[in-house]
């Protein structure tokens, strides 16, 4: 079971990368986060650093963005990648079992401190649940975050009422 997570990294990197449980596991214990809930109260999880998973991967230089894809639903978040960087967590595991979808499983991205990454371009979309893939980009990607709150609240309708992969 380990195996079949598969998170890949991939755009303005050295290497691309095709990340498993095991994968994640193996990185040095500083890049460990664990119980993301003392960051984010209403979520559950272990982790691992943004910027762990970042270093494996060699982001080139003129890299700005990082498009986060969440291929089960067709959502999708690009936000600037400096201020990101040092805050974002890749959730996978609660406690020694895979992260399932109610919390928004096998992977699911968080900000820890959404304010002290000073852009307006983070909101509560940027945690971004069911990821299966994160691009580094020069430009602003593809971004299909609600535009309004009545869109916002059907998203989060949509997502409650369908089923989950696997299940």
Do not use: W
């Not at 990101?84 to 959730?91: A, D, S, T």
């Not at 990821?131 to 998203?155: K, Q």
């Amino acid at each position: 079971m380990s195996e079949e997570l598969v998170l890949t990294v991939d755009g303005a990197v050295e290497r691309s990368l095709r990340l498993t449980r095991a994968d994640l596991d193996a990185l040095p214990e500083s890049a460990r986060v664990e119980d993301v809930s003392r960051f984010q109260p209403k979520r559950q999880g272990d982790g691992v650093t943004l910027e762990a998973i970042l270093e494996q991967a060699g982001v080139h230089p003129e890299a700005n963005y990082v498009t986060l894809h969440a291929d089960r639903d067709d959502f999708h978040v690009s936000v600037p990648l400096p201020p990101v960087r040092e805050q974002g967590i890749v959730v996978y595991r609660l406690g020694t079992q895979q992260l399932d979808s109610q919390h928004g499983g096998p992977v699911r991205f968080l900000i820890k401190d959404p304010t002290a990454c000073h852009t307006g371009e983070l909101d509560e979309c940027a945690n971004v649940k069911y990821l299966s893939r994160i691009e580094l980009t020069t430009r602003r990607g593809r971004d299909t975050r609600p535009a309004s709150e009545a869109e916002h609240a059907a998203l989060h309708q949509a997502q409650a009422s369908s089923p989950a992969v696997g299940e």
